[in-house]
Structures are given as C-alpha cells and as structure tokens.
C-alpha cells in the first residue's frame, strides 16, 4: 500500500504569492493533519481534519487555511507568503484523532 | 499550554556506545510516541507507549513511559552509523494532534 503522499515535493515562492501544498492519506485513513517544521525545530501543529471537518488548529495566523475533501486528501493553502513561512511542511494520516500518525516526505517551501 | 522538553539537544558518541534521549510534558500524557528523523527525511514512526511504566523494546532500542505519564526516555545501546537522525517524543495534545519535542540530534562517529 502507498503511504502518504505529498506534491510537490520542492517549491519556491516569493513574498505575497500564494501556495497550495497537497496531500493523499493512506488508503482507509480518514483524518489528515498538517504540520509545519521549522529548520532545527521539531513539527509545528497547523491543522487537523477528520471526514471534511476541522478538528483542531494550532497557533498559526488565518494566511494557512485547509480543507479535506470527500475522498480525504486534503490541501493546504498559504497566502500572502513571508520570509518565515520558509519551512518543511508535513502532512500526517490516521485513521482516527489519537491515533497513530504516519508522515508523508514534505514539501519544502523556501520563500524569497 | 502543554509542552513537551527533549534533551539533550545534541548527542555525538562513539560507534558502538550507547545513547540515550529524555522526553518531560508539563502535562499528564494519555501516549507518547517516538519518531526518528533521518537527515533530510520525514518523521518516521518508531512506537507508542501507552500504559504508565511501560518499556517496549526494539532490537537495540528500549523505550520507557514514566509511571506518572509525563516523562519518557529512549535509549539506544550499541550504537551504529544507522542510528545517525534526530529522535522526537511527542504527546497527543487536546485536538487530537501530537506537540512535539524539539528533538535530539544523533551524531554517531565510526
């Protein structure tokens, strides 16, 4: 089976752009969070989804939203970008809140 | 808000020593979970302890969840090229995601 996938896999951006980042869970995982991870840093929570719905949402400014759609990947969207969105960013797949999460490779955003 | 502390930052040790990292939550935790970070990777699921006092072993790694469920430890013996990464806890915070540690970074020298 596949595990989770990520596109793309590198991006860079300039200050203001926009950016969509893009997920595909494990097949049978419903609930998809992403994470952001700074360099020397350990994950950072942005959001969670479980069956289309937020469930959770960490300490990030309204520029990061998400949406899960009905075949549960799910996409995360940066606007107005700034020099500190320049990060890794994961998405993780369960297949339920508290369970075991499973990390895709990232997409790494270097913003300039 | 809840927060997980690792340390040490950084480890560097001889092949073949042994190694360990330390995890502490401000907050009693329901699981913890290990993951290891390979240079240039992903977090990549190493285990999940559950139960207070629980050690779980792994080949050379054996895992240790405290009996008040704020503290973990991993310790690695032997030590091998293989082991080089960074080595995160993470707990399962109020939303259902995990706060992770800011890790431990392995160095290990042939």
């Known amino acids: 089976d596949a595990g989770v996938t990520q596109s793309p896999t590198h991006l860079i951006k300039t200050r203001g752009q926009h950016v969509t980042l893009r997920c595909s869970p494990i097949?049978?995982?419903?609930?998809v969070s992403w994470y952001q991870q700074v360099l020397g840093q350990g994950p950072q929570f942005i959001f969670q989804?479980?069956?289309?719905?937020?469930?959770g949402r960490g300490n990030f400014p309204d520029r990061f939203s998400a949406r899960q759609f009905p075949n549960y990947s799910s996409e995360l969207n940066v606007n107005a970008l700034l020099l500190g969105d320049s990060a890794l960013y994961l998405c993780a797949s369960s297949l339920d809140r508290g369970y075991i999460q499973y990390f895709g490779a990232g997409t790494r955003l270097s913003v300039l | 808000g809840q927060q997980v502390m690792q340390i040490p930052q950084y480890q560097h040790v001889q092949e073949g020593e042994d190694f360990t990292t330390y995890c502490n939550s401000s907050t009693t935790l329901s699981n913890i979970q290990w993951y290891k970070q390979r240079p240039g990777g992903h977090p990549v699921f190493l285990i999940q302890?559950?139960?207070?006092?629980e050690v779980k072993k792994q080949k050379r790694l054996t895992f240790q969840f405290g009996e008040a469920k704020k503290n973990s430890s991993l310790h690695i013996t032997a030590t091998q090229t293989t082991d080089v990464g960074t080595y995160f806890c993470?707990?399962?915070?109020?939303?259902?995601?995990?706060?992770f540690g800011k890790g431990t970074k392995l160095s290990v020298k042939p």
């Open positions: 302890l559950v139960k207070s006092g």
């Open positions: 989804y479980y069956e289309k719905e937020e469930r």
């Open positions: 097949s049978g995982h419903k609930s």
């Open positions: 993470a707990g399962l915070g109020s939303q259902g995601n995990l706060i």
